[in-house]
């Protein structure tokens, strides 16, 4: 089966990477503003997708990714539950395996290429993130990893 999903975007706000867990992994949180294609006399729409990264992914995107910047994320889609007041809700995030800038070059902070313009150009951050198996132990948490708690608040 394939779960394959790119997209290109604009940051919504500066993410922010948080550690967690006992190694203390990066994961960092951010949602994408995708838009839709435009038909006719209609509005401009967009969608707003909430993605994850992980480890030397997340790192990257600390250190590169503004609020507003055009990026390109490319991962699998994955559900996620939680449960608020009693009430179980449901929801789904992008799992980010390669990110990068989607901007021309001389858009980049008036930088001419000297940033980092993927994770492609991070050698050690692909092969930690994920195994092979993308399904196997989910790149280091176990099937019971219960998250990060209630801080987050997803808009669905």
């Not at 993410?15 to 006399?41: C, H, M, T």
């Not at 219960?146 to 808009?155: A, H």
């Amino acid at each position: 089966m394939l779960n394959q999903i790119a997209l290109i975007g604009r940051l919504t706000k500066v993410p922010e990477i948080k550690l967690v867990g006992k190694d203390q992994n990066s994961v960092v949180r951010f949602i994408l503003a995708v838009n839709r294609p435009k038909y006719g006399d209609s509005k401009p729409q967009a969608d707003f997708i909430p993605v994850v990264a992980w480890r030397g992914t997340a790192d990257f995107i600390g250190r590169n990714f503004r609020k507003g910047k055009q990026v390109y994320v490319s991962g699998r889609l994955q559900t996620t539950e939680w449960e608020k007041d009693g009430v179980k809700h449901y929801g789904f995030e992008i799992v980010a395996r390669d990110v990068g800038f989607a901007d021309s070059v001389s858009k980049q902070d008036g930088q001419t290429g000297t940033a980092p313009r993927s994770t492609k150009n991070e050698p050690q951050s692909m092969p930690d993130v994920f195994p092979v198996d993308d399904f196997n132990n989910a790149g280091g948490f176990d099937d019971n990893f219960g998250g990060f708690g209630n801080d987050q608040e997803w808009p669905f």
